[in-house]
């Protein structure tokens, strides 16, 4: 679990798995269970939400190492719809009488900057 950053801190109510990146916090019970809550997702009561329970440290920490691969991979995938839809409405000449420094949004301005110059009518 080293590589998501987080670390093992000692408290008065045992060893707590920190990680500032992640919403996720696992504590071990008395009974030796080890309990993964979500910190951003409170109860009616106002604790936090305990999202799953593992037999060992390691299964815990590869759930929420798999959590947070899977975040990443969801943020990738968004980013890629909102570069597909850009280009398809470059194609469609949505941005061709604009000039480009009316033009708020970076990415697509250095887009458009880079197709004009290669000669395409964007």
Same mark, same amino acid.
């Given at each position: @679990?080293?590589?998501?950053?987080?670390?093992?801190?000692?408290?008065?109510?045992?060893? $707590?798995?920190?990680? &500032?990146?992640?919403?996720? *916090?696992?504590?071990?019970?008395?009974?030796?269970?080890?309990?993964?809550?979500? =910190?951003? *997702? &409170?109860?009616?009561?106002?604790?936090?939400?305990? $999202? @799953?329970?593992?037999?060992?440290?390691?299964?815990?920490?590869?759930?929420?190492?798999?959590?947070? =691969?899977?975040?990443?991979?969801?943020?990738?995938? =968004?980013?890629?719809? &909102?570069?597909? #839809? @850009? @280009?398809?409405?470059? *194609?469609?000449?949505?941005?061709?009488?604009?000039?480009?420094? #009316?033009?708020?949004?970076?990415?697509? &301005?250095?887009?458009?900057? *880079?197709?004009?110059?290669?000669?395409?009518?964007?």
């Amino acid at each position: @679990m080293a590589a998501s950053g987080g670390h093992w801190s000692k408290g008065a109510g045992g060893a $707590v798995f920190v990680d &500032r990146t992640s919403p996720y *916090r696992i504590t071990q019970s008395s009974s030796g269970q080890f309990w993964v809550s979500n =910190k951003t *997702r &409170r109860d009616s009561a106002g604790s936090s939400v305990t $999202v @799953m329970t593992a037999s060992s440290r390691e299964e815990a920490e590869r759930w929420v190492a798999a959590q947070a =691969k899977g975040e990443r991979t969801r943020r990738r995938h =968004k980013e890629a719809e &909102r570069r597909q #839809m @850009m @280009m398809d409405d470059i *194609r469609q000449g949505f941005y061709r009488n604009i000039p480009l420094s #009316m033009i708020a949004d970076g990415s697509l &301005r250095r887009t458009l900057a *880079r197709l004009r110059k290669q000669g395409e009518d964007v």
